[in-house]
């Protein structure tokens, strides 16, 4: 059976991801290089200059494909033999919560840096900039959760980039919809009390994904 | 008769449905008309879906307890005949919609939404089922990815409306589901009627695709399940 479920060992896990990602450099400046590339590219194509509620969709297309970039990596480069090995190690559930935490923290990078190339790029419309970082905040955390499930389902079927994105899509409708709405309302600076419901809604969605999260993923990890 | 008797009443039931929703009184209401019928014929079929995907979802919980193949064959026969629902379903729905609000796919309502996104779920798992080879494990990944999209979709189409409560569907102020229809009793004496001939006619065929592909697999296996 699995070893007993102990936070020593997820902070074991989480360390290992972040000194991963420190070593290879490389996985984080290519999202950061995408982004990059995309916002010059919209930049170019809106001439005429970008509306507020452009800016808003933009901004969370963006931020969904630089964060499938950067969840996708989180289990392919886990090899089969690595994983029998962590198997013996590490709980399921140890090993799903740091990747889920590793996800949402690699997300929030993300957030921050395409918040600065838009505003230096394209501008930055928003006027209620706390109700802003607090949708970045739930709404990545919920993209981070599911994004790691997706990650780890479409490992398994070999063939990996192309499967990941078209799986994370329908999962994650709910979360831009409600992200994109939340984030129309920073932009027009609308009250705080238009907002609370969907503010709600984001935090039942987020609790409900990363709880299926930590249900499901052991269904995923044996083979 | 003792085990196809339901065989005969969604027969009849949907036969009574299509008879009488076009021949049957409706109200007559600005805007909706004659296209009110419509009723008899797109909401069933998204009810006989909703149940399909339940079915789906409660016996790929079942597979994960225990990894008894019966209950993936099950599952994602489900899931099939779902598919098989929401297509009609969609097409109802859009040719009603050109009519009534003037073109086939409106931007903002929230059912649409959600419905578009259950189809998606839908497509993405067949997808997923022909990536993978082995039956075991296929049975297994797209057993996890049901109960996620699922539930995902679930709430979805639970939660949104509320929050939005602008959908242009009839009788509606932010209930998913049965509103305030514009209905009078004669037409609950067709509708619910309907519901019940079409949810049962979607466990009929699933009946039939699950036999077929349990023979299929024995025959593939020369296993008995």
Redesign the interface.
């Known amino acids: 059976m699995h070893p007993n479920l102990n936070t020593s060992n997820i902070i074991a896990l989480l360390k290992k991801e972040f000194l991963l990602e420190f070593r290879q450099k490389t996985s984080l400046a290519s999202i950061l290089l995408y982004v990059l590339s995309i916002v010059f590219i919209s930049f170019l194509s809106f001439k005429s200059g970008i509306k507020p509620d452009v800016w808003g969709a933009l901004f969370w297309l963006v931020l969904f494909f630089a964060g499938i970039n950067a969840a996708s990596k989180s289990f392919f480069t886990e090899s089969k033999a690595r994983g029998i090995y962590n198997y013996t190690l590490y709980h399921p559930t140890e090993f799903v919560i740091s990747k889920i935490i590793y996800n949402i923290v690699l997300l929030w990078v993300v957030c921050l840096c395409s918040v600065l190339t838009f505003g230096w790029m394209i501008g930055f419309p928003v006027q209620n900039v706390l109700l802003f970082i607090l949708t970045l905040l739930l709404g990545s955390a919920a993209l981070g959760g599911?994004l790691t499930?997706m990650s780890c389902?479409s490992s398994?079927?070999?063939?990996s980039y192309s499967?990941m994105s078209?799986?994370s899509?329908?999962?994650c409708?709910?979360v831009m919809?409600?992200s994109l709405?939340l984030t129309k309302n920073a932009i027009d600076g609308l009250d705080w009390s238009v907002s609370y419901?969907?503010m709600g809604?984001l935090f039942?969605?987020d609790v409900?994904?990363i709880s299926?999260?930590l249900f499901?993923f052991r269904?995923?990890w044996?083979e | 008769m003792k085990h196809w008797w339901w065989k005969i009443a969604a027969i009849a039931l949907v036969l009574f449905s299509i008879t009488m929703g076009f021949i049957g009184n409706v109200p007559r209401l600005d805007i909706l008309n004659e296209t009110i019928r419509n009723l008899y014929f797109h909401v069933p079929l998204w009810f006989a879906m909703l149940t399909q995907m339940g079915i789906s979802w409660f016996f790929a919980l079942r597979y994960?307890n225990g990894y008894n193949i019966k209950y993936d064959i099950l599952s994602s026969r489900a899931a099939y005949v779902g598919g098989m629902f929401a297509l009609p379903g969609i097409i109802t729905g859009s040719v009603w919609a050109t009519y009534t609000w003037g073109k086939p796919w409106v931007a903002d309502d929230p059912k649409l939404?959600g419905v578009?996104?259950a189809m998606?779920?839908y497509f993405?798992y067949y997808?997923?089922r022909a990536?993978?080879p082995d039956a075991q494990?296929k049975a297994?990944?797209s057993?996890?990815?049901n109960?996620?999209?699922f539930?995902?979709?679930f709430?979805?189409i639970m939660?949104?409306p509320r929050?939005?409560p602008n959908s242009l569907h009839p009788g509606n102020g932010g209930n998913p589901a049965f509103g305030r229809y514009d209905m009078d009793n004669s037409m609950r004496m067709v509708f619910y009627p309907a519901c019940m001939g079409w949810i049962l006619m979607s466990v009929w065929l699933l009946t039939i695709l699950n036999r077929m592909k349990k023979l299929q697999y024995k025959l593939d296996n020369h296993e008995s399940i």
């Open positions: 599911s499930l389902i398994k079927t070999g063939n499967v078209l799986l899509m329908p999962v409708i709910p919809l409600l709405r419901k969907y809604g039942i969605i409900i994904i299926l999260s499901l269904y995923l044996k | 994960l939404q578009m996104a998606l779920v993405v997808l997923l990536l993978i494990t297994r990944i057993a996890v990815y109960i996620f999209a539930i995902m979709t709430v979805f939660i949104y929050l939005a």
